[in-house]
């Protein structure tokens, strides 16, 4: 909204005070400043002239003219003009040499066209009041000669502009701001909407309204014997120009200029066009109506529109109608101002993708009780401007709205700002904005605010009265909860243009805004007691930070798949991967499910990485999945929110909605250890893999049993199953290799799977220190020969309950196949440490616990020792 400051001081008696001072009070008031502007400061040595006489220069390509003018000085001034809209006797504007104007433009005495032009004259574009102008600006008969004409136009002006909220829609006028600056200055405040229409005494143009939700008032006007050819005064066309507003025509300016000055849009229509009743309806099934912009649109059935005889006219409160557009030759006009739906407006605006200046307003919303103030000033300043004559009569067609009232506790303010404000403060604060208060009774015991209300002592607390029937709810709620102590009651009734004000904390804010945000005293709250991480929480973060202590990268990735991953995987139709929750409005049509696993975006991301030069890769991610069952309905249940829904209504909404277990999924290719001058580096290979969970799940402090298995997308000969217990975890290994040619993966590429939320029941609370002992550790090396398909986690297993409560760790450090070991074997030499707590072990007690393993080992795998 920009606000120049000589519109605004017609309204508000501001002190001698900047325009910089004037924003910075009104953006501590809540209107931010977006920028200020100056206008006609650097304008020098203008005055108003008397063309003498024309003289018409021929020989050039266009119209040239070399002109006397007097300026009120010894001798009259030769001046060469290009322009042809201005005969001798007319009054016009001269710059004079050495005069300076906008942007820094001079003046200066030269010789053109083989004449002397001894200064300038000047048109509304050449002294800033327009972007363009066709020629030059005749001044009115009698305006006197020699006058400075900055002075005498007014051309020296600054303009506020501010970033108006979508709450404070009364601020996208003159009125509005001029409200706040009183407030603000404590000054005096002229309301422009303060005027008396005459009432009704004949007949009008006739109206009425179809559909109470999409309008509650609509006004017509009907001025006769208007000239339509009539122009705007310059005064007007400078303040629409610098409010942001090109000057059209007469009709068009009037109304352009009421609805900046109060806020309430208009639309003049040509009476000759209009045939029968004007009637505001919503649209029929495929009505169509050509708008102001040339373009044919078809209506919705939800639109809001201004119709007679021959269909729709206008979009209501967005733009007119083509057809009935005041033309060239128009002598009656009828003037329209409504109040349309706020929610109704917006929602048309935006299915048409047409925002105007008359929509930005409604969608806000505007004052109620302005259509018939609003209409009769620009009836006024048509009949003034134009010519015509305000017929009697008028339309004014009205739904019964009751007013909206709100109960709030006179020191509630205060206990939201956490600083006191007494009872008076409140009340002329809530005044200041235009509230009617009266005082009902005090109030002991708990009080909740909303529209739900609660009541205390007989008083509604918090409840709005009445709801707009334009069909937008009254109130949305609050969810404060606040304990009164003998608080006064105010019942608080806003104003028309405050349709924004609709409960206690509304209100409040008013309260503490005009009191001043910067007066709020700085406090941290208390922090409440019992607070902290869930251990969900702790496992989810040791986990990221062990993983990538481990050489992990982690990213985050969109939880979006499509049908053409699940075939990328490999995944079998009757796959349980494969049945996934589909997005209503998707991102992209490539991906509109929801992830079942995490390693499409695991490997996309590696994708990227490694067509980026980065070919050694380990990236993890943690994060949900979203299983929905078989039996799930296809659509969630949409409720009300008129009320709380029923318990079958919840289990309804929870019985759509899929499980969401947190998983942690891994991914690895190129080179795990990398090469160097130390030498030859290591590839990331499913072994990594299987450490990857290992580390998850030692985080959990469980330990993993691994075994073998085929399982999508992995290699059937390199995919292990995670178990903890009897429960499967995950799995971990080398990928498919259609898998990878699918995804475009480096060879080889490795991938980890495993559910975080199984792991979770199986922690054993907040980790324990171990007990140490002091006493020396005994190691005893065992190599074991056993079939090459004899998993190692088994052997292990067997190992470790074999060896007794003496074992303190063991450790797999060779693996060899060859000549030495039988075909169809391999060799698993491990070390034992074993330690005890309460002595030095002998070298006869570590020789049979290691013998006592090794006989376990060979009873479940058939192992033997090396050698042997």
Sequence with gaps: MKVPLSWLREYVDLPAVTAHEIAEKLTAAG?????????????????????????????????????????????????????????????????????????GFEIASRKTYGRLSDGMICSEAELGVAESSPGILVLPVGTPIGADVVELLGLRDDVIELEITPDIGYALSIRGVAREAATAFDSAFVDPADVSPPAAAGPSYPASIADPSACDRFVLREIRGFDPSAPSPLWMRARLSRAGMRPVSLAVDVTNYVMLELGQPLHAFDAAKLTGEIVVRRAEPGETLETLDHVVRKLHPDDILITDGSGAISMAGTMGGLHTEISDASADIVIEAAHFSASGTARMSRRHNLVSEASKRFERGVDRELPLYASWRAARLLAELGGGTIQPGVTHAEVEVEPVSVAIPSGYPGRVAGTAYDRETVIRRLEQVGCVVESTTAATGPVTGGTTGGTVAGTVIGTV??????????????????????DDMLAVTPPSWRPDLTDPNDLAEEVIRLEGYENLPSILPAAPAGAGLTESQRLRRRVGRALAAAGYVEILAYPFNGERDFDNLQ??????????????????????????????????????????????????????????????????????????????????????????PLRVGAVLAGEFEPSGWWGKGRPAGWADAVEAARVVAAEAGVTLDVRADRHEPWHPGRCAALYAGDVLVGHAGELHPRVVEAYGLPPRTCAMELELTRLEPLTAGPPQAPAISAYPVAGQ????????????ATVEAALREGAGPLLESIRLFDVYTGAQVREGGKSLAYSLRFRAPDRTLTVEETTAARDAAVALAGERTGARLRGV
């Design 31 to 103: 209107l931010k400043l977006e920028s200020v502007t100056s206008y006609g400061h650097d304008i020098k040595n203008v005055v108003v002239g008397e063309v003498i006489s024309i003289e018409t220069l021929e020989g050039f390509k266009k119209p040239i003219r070399h002109c006397q003018v007097e300026v009120g000085e010894a001798a009259p001034r030769e001046i060469v003009c290009g322009a042809t809209n201005f005969e001798a006797g007319d009054r016009v504007p001269v710059a004079l040499p050495g005069a300076v104007l906008p942007g």
């Design 465 to 486: 009265a009445g709801t707009a029937a334009t069909g937008d709810p009254a109130s949305a709620g609050i969810a404060a909860r606040l304990t009164v102590t003998g």
């Design 571 to 660: 995944l079998p139709a009757d796959d349980a991967r494969r049945l996934a929750v589909r997005l209503a409005n998707p991102l992209s049509e490539d991906e509109p499910l929801m992830r079942t696993t995490l390693l499409p975006g695991l490997l996309k991301t590696l994708v990227r990485n490694v067509g980026r030069g980065f070919g050694d890769v380990a990236l993890f991610e943690a994060g949900l999945v979203y299983r929905p069952s078989a039996d799930a309905p296809a659509v969630a249940p949409v409720l009300g929110v008129d009320r709380r829904p029923s318990p079958e209504e919840l289990a309804s909404i929870e019985s759509a909605l899929p499980a969401q």
């Design 781 to 792: 090396d065992v190599a074991l020969i056993v079939d090459a398909a004899t998993p190692v």
